[in-house]
């Protein structure tokens, strides 16, 4: 079991090119902490702007402040448990890295912690005018669908700004497969009605500089986590990102296969053209919607290597697939649908288990 120091807070910062937010944010929390004993810890998440450069100069040889640069399975919630496991304080916080959580609030939280166990800043979201009306609606909608899948009542669970005691910390929480966007969800679901949380209002600021990194990706990735917390956290959210993207798959394959072999051309040669279709929407979709979690692993470049790995590292299992559902099509008489299902189903497993590695295994 880890030993804590105790009254010591520690501050958990992800960053991806936050190079403008992140040097005022920790300025800021020196002054407010100054007179703590505590640790900022940063984890960058592959930033290509010079944010690291920018943190280090500040350091300055400040021991109070740590830096860590991720370069495998990168990811929000993979980056903060990585930066948890590295903490020393009796007491941790998360929030993030754009400015928008005011640092002053730490010192709400500070009071509410010596009483509970876990402290969740909420935004208020029916008033809060920082975000769009969109981006409200869609926080409130997912805040109730988070209540029901914990069976919480918690105001609001997406708010990225927490406080808590490292003694909440344990195995279940660290091992857990889900890997959306928000921990908050996972700390909550790994301690159910075995802690003591209260919320206090904050104040959630507008962003200086830089864009939200909020898009089409993090959606998907909160549906994932949602779905895999509803399995009770057994099945790993990227695979059932990756089947839910096989669906869509199954259904180009099924229906160009279903055009070909209705223009009669081979069972063989419809079969492969089907999956050469499939197998490129699989990747476009899982590469950005999935796997790839930084707007620089989104270059024409890493696309164009990252689809040449996929087909080549894919391939024995293509060739598998198509085999197999050739040789049950034309040496068993079992018609069209069932061999070209086992040969899709083949074809999809293969290509999750490599892909997984050797495609993305550093994005």
């Not at 909420?122 to 899948?149: F, G, M, Q, W, Y």
């Not at 949602?226 to 990102?241: D, H, N, P, R, V």
């Not at 839910?244 to 009669?264: E, P, Q, R």
């Not at 034309?330 to 070209?340: H, S, V, W």
Request: overall charge positive; hydrophobic content about 45%; glycine content about 6%.
């Amino acid at each position: 079991m880890r030993h804590h120091i105790q009254n010591k807070i520690s501050i958990v910062i992800p960053i991806y090119n936050e190079l403008n937010n992140i040097t005022i944010l920790i300025k800021d929390l020196i002054k407010i902490l100054n007179n703590n004993n505590f640790e900022i810890i940063v984890v960058d998440d592959g930033s290509t702007d010079g944010s690291i450069i920018e943190i280090l100069n500040l350091c300055n040889n400040d021991h109070r402040i740590n830096i860590i640069q991720r370069m495998n399975d990168r990811g929000l919630v993979q980056s903060i448990k990585f930066g948890i496991q590295s903490i020393s304080g009796e007491f941790f916080i998360v929030m993030d890295g754009d400015g928008q959580h005011d640092p002053n609030d730490i010192n709400k939280m500070l009071n509410l912690i010596k009483h509970k166990d876990l402290i969740i800043g909420d935004r208020n979201l029916k008033k809060l005018e920082t975000i769009t009306p969109i981006r409200k609606l869609a926080s409130i909608i997912c805040n109730h669908v988070i209540n029901i899948i914990l069976r919480t009542q918690l105001k609001d669970p997406l708010t990225g700004f927490f406080m808590g005691r490292s003694s909440i910390l344990n195995k279940k929480f660290f091992n857990m497969n889900t890997e959306g966007f928000k921990i908050l969800i996972d700390l909550v679901y790994s301690n159910k009605n075995k802690i003591l949380i209260d919320e206090v209002m904050i104040n959630f600021r507008n962003r200086k500089f830089g864009e939200s990194k909020l898009d089409s990706r993090i959606a998907f990735s909160f549906v994932t986590q949602m779905i895999s917390l509803s399995l009770f956290g057994l099945i790993s959210s990227k695979f059932i990102g990756f089947s839910l993207i096989g669906i869509t798959g199954l259904l180009v394959h099924a229906s160009i296969f279903y055009f070909l072999i209705n223009i009669d051309l081979s069972f063989f040669l419809s079969f492969l053209i089907s999956t050469i279709f499939a197998t490129f929407n699989n990747f476009f979709l899982n590469h950005f919607f999935n796997f790839v979690h930084s707007s620089g692993c989104k270059s024409k470049k890493v696309f164009i290597y990252s689809l040449t790995k996929y087909f080549l590292i894919t391939l024995p299992g293509t060739i598998t697939s198509i085999g197999a559902s050739n040789f049950i099509y034309t040496e068993y008489n079992l018609g069209i649908l069932l061999p070209a299902f086992i040969g899709i189903t083949m074809d999809i497993t293969f290509k999750y288990f490599l892909s997984k590695k050797w495609v993305w295994g550093n994005y």
